[in-house]
């Protein structure tokens, strides 16, 4: 069992920054793929970006390449999305789980809401 917590969003202008984190607990987050999801109201949850256990290879969603970065820290058991020029259409709760993701492992999310 894997206990994923989200921090890190909050209100920003477009073109912004912000950096989210994700906890996670037990012994096997090293050795899983993890991914970033979000949801935006009144649509479906949707992969953001996905990367390796080891971290050296990753995947992204064509509407945030080139602006968001997902890494991982495996020492620190955290995985993180670097999120730059940010859109409003980026406005969304944030979730990280695993790749493929797993139903009893959805943590609370982050929100994250872009406006001026």
């Known amino acids: 069992q894997v206990l994923l917590v989200e921090s890190g969003g909050g209100l920003v202008q477009p073109g912004g920054s912000l950096r989210l984190s994700c906890a996670a607990s037990g012994s096997i987050f090293s050795f899983i793929a993890m991914a970033w999801y979000r949801q935006a109201p009144g649509k479906q949850r949707e992969l953001v970006a996905r990367i390796t256990p080891r971290g050296d290879s990753t995947d992204y969603a064509d509407s945030v390449k080139g602006r968001f970065t997902i890494s991982r820290d495996n020492a620190k058991k955290t995985a993180y999305l670097q999120m730059n020029s940010l859109k409003p259409e980026d406005t969304a709760v944030y979730y990280c789980?695993?790749?493929?993701?797993?139903?009893?492992?959805w943590g609370q999310g982050t929100q994250v809401t872009v406006s001026s």
């Open positions: 789980n695993t790749y493929p993701m797993r139903p009893n492992y």
